[in-house]
């Protein structure tokens, strides 16, 4: 009876440290969030076929030839009427009035502890659904990102897990989505890595990995296990055209400037048209709608353009006027409103760039050219990862998506030259672009997300010497001798901070006992001091302390009552924070026991 009493009590020990293992726990969420982050994507990739279908007739992969037999007018006033209907929808029925993508993730990820607004994730997927169904010069993969890690956040928040468990889930909803939309597993795993966490630490690798693959799966099991673009392989005919792959490097950083300084330019121009915000892309629809009735081949998230142009179907004037028209289309969507990524619209336009590229460089030397294929794939990851500020990830997606690896050296080198090129002439990606206007910085982003996380009333010292507002010179003189900070807090009856009192405000009347009965502290006090709210978070704490120049703070309860609560000092937060970093960096690059 013992024995089994002891076996069972052996047996329950080890369930509880595995129930307790949050690596393992973990690894169940991520099965879970990848398989609904994968239905996620078959519910956008849908609905914009559903969507384009009822509006222009056909799907995202067989639109141009729908549009090439539907009236002017239609072409026209579908994404103007569309654009009104997406306004009025993210005006009234979106927090924020934006609709979001990955910035928004990124955000979440650096700033927010992995906490996003789940109203929002599911309003900007409808929101995206409906732009790009009406011919949104837009990507979907963006809103499914947003989607995926929305989802993650969700399990984090109903299970209140830590802030690096947290990252982690968002990182796996991002892969999961990245995975299902481009069906490139790779891919999606080392997207959210690069990307959204920010670092390859192992305590989130392999839950980021299993959500990649379970994203996959559910993917390939509804779509089929097919590459996006069906091409022939294609390969570099000679290492002699390694110079013309770093010319197009080169091009592609270029173009990627372009793209996205078109894209802030559109925003800012479009932000200062009179009118009401949800007319906006209304605005941008009709101007897409003029742009699409001479190339309709911008309509949509431009699969099939892309596609054409990886099989040399397009001629050279023709790929010319797309790259711009593209840059163009997908400038106004995102300037004016529409809800959608620039993922897909930058593969395009660095297809229109290689593949015009690959047409002018075959014909000068036919001899030494692989030919206009094998430049389109090297553009495609070129553009995309300038843009996208994410070079391996791009590199793989591009492999992924047209199922060409003897090319990875050359795309290698494109997507290295155009990353360069990119950072050197703007220094940034779309995404912290995107971030940087609204008024984050990325480079500071976990410094202070560490900061915000703590607050002054856990650091503070209570025992902090006061005296009352009545207090004599003798009584103030004593203290002061003894005083550790050499700082004294004058308090009102009520608890109410009134000023302070430092040693060398009495150097004149320190020793003249002729006026020890004439003046109490109220007389010599400093009066309003640099205060704290204890609700005040350590960011705040280090700009208060550094604007007043002062080494000790006053703590209150808050900026109305003004009751003092003690003090904080510079040491105490210096070493608040430097074990707050030391603990973070431990929990995501070790994870928890």
Known sequence: MYSRRLRLNRVLMRLRLVIRNDQLILSILAVLVGAIA???????????????GIFLGGSSDKLINSLLVLPWWRILLVPTL??????????????????????????????QGGRMNFRVGIGASIASIFSIGVGGSVGREGPAIHLGATIGAWF??????????????????????????????????????????????????????????????????????APAFEITQQSLASLWEFPAVVGLGIAGGLVAIIFMRTTMASEDLIKKLPGPHWIRPGIGGFLLGLIALA??????????????????????YLLIFLLFMKIL???????????????????????????AYGIVVTSIFPD??????????????????????APISTTLIVFELTDDYPLTIAVMVGVVISSIIAQQFLGKSFFNWQLERAGLDLKSGFETTLLRSIKVKSITNTDAETVSIS?????????????????LFVILEDGELFGTIILADLSDIAFDHNVDNLINAGDIARINPPILDQDDDLENAM??????????????????????????????????????LVRARHEEHEGTP
Not at 368 to 389: E, H, K, N, R
């Open 543 to 580: 700009k208060v302390m550094q604007d007043s120049g002062e080494h000790f703070i006053a703590v209150v309860n808050n900026h109305e009552t003004m009751k003092f609560i003690g003090v904080l000092n510079e040491t105490d937060m210096m070493a608040a924070y430097n074990q707050a």
């Open 471 to 487: 207090a004599s010179l003798e009584e103030l003189r004593n203290k002061l001798q003894f005083s550790e900070m050499g700082e």
């Open 295 to 316: 190339f309709p081949h911008v309509l949509g998230v431009g699969y099939e353009a892309t596609d054409m142009a990886l099989n040399a179907q397009l001629p050279l």
């Open 156 to 225: 984090s928040e109903k299970l209140h897990l830590t802030r690096s468990l947290s990252r982690a889930l968002l990182g796996c909803g991002s892969a999961a989505a990245v995975a299902a939309s481009f069906n490139a597993p790779i891919a999606g795993a080392l997207f959210a890595h690069e990307v959204i966490v920010g670092h390859f630490a192992m305590s989130a690798f392999a839950p980021i990995v299993i959500s990649s693959v379970v994203g996959t799966i559910v993917s390939r099991i509804y779509f089929g296990d």
């Open 82 to 111: 569309g654009g009104l209907m997406v306004g009025l929808f993210v005006y009234y029925l979106i927090p924020g009035r934006k609709p979001c993508g990955v910035s928004k993730v990124i955000e979440a990820s650096v700033f």
């Open 38 to 52: 994968g239905i996620g994507v078959i519910f956008i990739r849908e609905g914009i076929d559903f969507v384009q």
């Open 329 to 355: 289309s997908t400038s106004i969507c995102i300037g004016s409103g529409f809800g959608g990524g620039v993922f897909t619209p930058s593969l395009m336009v660095g297809a229109m760039l290689g593949g």
């Open 368 to 389: 030494l050219s692989s030919g206009p294929g094998a430049y389109t794939i090297v553009g495609m990851g070129a553009v995309a990862a300038a843009v996208l500020g």
